[in-house]
C-alpha cells in the first residue's frame, strides 16, 4: 500500500482556522469531559481547562454526585452537569449542541467507567479517549470494535503497548532484516487497526489516521522542551484536542494542531512548568501567531 508522504508539524501547518472572525458560543463548540470521582477530578479539570483555552466556546464537566462539592469549589468559566451514570450520560448527549467529548482522564476502572465509555461510543460523536479509558479499551474487544473515525486516542508508551501488544512488541524488536519497524510504521497500523485517530505520544509524537496519512511532531532539538514531563500534561493535551474538535475541527487536524500548541506553550513559559501553566500559556502563543501573520481565519 502507497502511503501519502509523512507530515512534519509546524507554526504554519497549524495555525489555520484557529480563529473565527464572528459568531457565538455554540458556534465556537460546546465539549463535554468527564470526570471521575472525589479526589480524583484534577485531570478532568485540567482537560477541560485546556479545551476552553483552546477556543471551545462553551465546556461542561460531567461529575458523579459525590463529587458535586469538590467540582464546583475550583471551576467557574467551566459548567457543571451532574452525570451519575451511563444512563445520564445518553439523556446528557440528546443535547445535539455538545460537539465534542474528552473521556479519561482519573476516570476511573469500575463498571460505571466501562459503562461510560461504551455510552460516549454509541452516540458516534467526535471523541478523546485518554488515560483510563485506554485501558478500559484495551480490556474490552467490543469497545475497541465501536471505535470510529471521529475517535482520537492518545496512548503514551504503556498505553499503547496494552491496546496493540503485538505492533509495540514488533516495534521494540531489533530488526535484523530489511528496514527497522518504525514508529511511524507502528502508529499507522493501529489506526488502521482500531479504525481511529491515534497520536503516540512522545518526544517524537506519532499522529496517523486509519487511511495512512501521518504527522510527526518532534519536540527535540530547537524544540525540545523535556519540563513537559510533568503530572497532568497529557490532560492538557487531551482537552486541547477536545475543545479541537468542539469547534469543528477534523480528528486528524485537531491532534496534529494540539500535538504543536501543547509544545509551544511549554517551550514558551520555560522551566518550572507545570500543568496549570499550558492553558494559561495558550493566549501568549495565540498572539505571537497573530503577530506573525500566521493566521487564516474560518471565512
Not at 474490552?140 to 499503547?160: M, S, Y
Not at 518550572?272 to 471565512?299: M, Y
Request: hydrophobic residues 45%; charged residues 20%.
Amino acid at each position: 500500500m502507497n502511503h501519502p508522504v509523512v507530515q512534519n508539524l509546524s507554526a504554519h501547518s497549524v495555525s489555520d482556522q484557529l480563529l473565527k472572525t464572528v459568531g457565538h458560543k455554540f458556534s465556537h463548540g460546546h465539549a463535554f469531559v468527564l470526570s471521575g470521582g472525589p479526589g480524583r477530578t484534577g485531570a478532568a479539570r485540567l482537560a477541560a481547562r485546556g479545551a476552553l483555552r483552546i477556543g471551545a466556546g462553551l465546556v461542561t464537566l460531567g461529575v458523579p454526585p459525590a463529587a458535586q462539592l469538590e467540582v464546583a469549589a475550583h471551576v467557574t468559566a467551566i459548567m457543571m452537569q451532574r452525570v451519575a451514570d451511563a444512563d445520564a450520560l445518553t439523556v446528557v448527549l440528546e443535547d445535539p449542541r455538545i460537539a465534542a467529548l474528552c473521556v479519561g482522564p482519573a476516570l476511573g476502572l469500575d463498571d460505571r467507567a466501562e459503562a461510560l465509555v461504551s455510552s460516549a461510543l454509541a452516540r458516534r460523536r467526535p471523541v478523546v479517549f485518554d488515560a483510563d479509558a485506554l485501558t478500559i479499551l484495551a480490556r474490552r474487544d467490543d469497545l475497541r470494535k465501536a471505535l470510529h473515525e471521529d475517535c482520537v486516542l492518545t496512548p503514551h508508551g504503556g498505553e499503547f503497548k496494552r491496546l496493540f501488544p503485538d505492533i509495540a512488541d514488533r516495534l521494540a524488536a531489533p530488526a535484523t532484516i530489511g528496514p527497522a519497524y518504525s514508529k511511524v510504521d507502528a502508529t499507522r497500523e493501529a489506526a488502521a487497526r482500531c479504525g481511529a485517530v491515534v497520536l503516540y505520544k512522545g518526544p517524537d509524537t506519532v499522529i496517523a489516521h486509519p487511511d495512512g496519512r501521518c504527522s510527526i511532531h518532534a519536540a527535540v532539538y530547537e524544540r525540545a522542551a523535556p519540563w513537559l514531563a510533568t503530572a497532568g500534561a497529557g490532560d492538557v493535551l487531551a482537552g486541547f484536542i477536545t475543545g479541537l474538535l468542539a469547534r469543528g475541527f477534523g480528528p486528524m487536524q485537531a491532534a496534529e494542531t494540539a500535538a504543536w500548541m501543547h509544545v509551544e506553550c511549554a517551550r514558551v513559559f520555560g522551566p518550572g512548568l507545570i500543568a496549570e501553566d499550558l492553558p494559561e500559556t495558550v493566549p501568549q502563543v495565540l498572539r505571537a501567531l497573530e503577530g506573525a501573520s500566521l493566521w487564516a481565519p474560518n471565512p
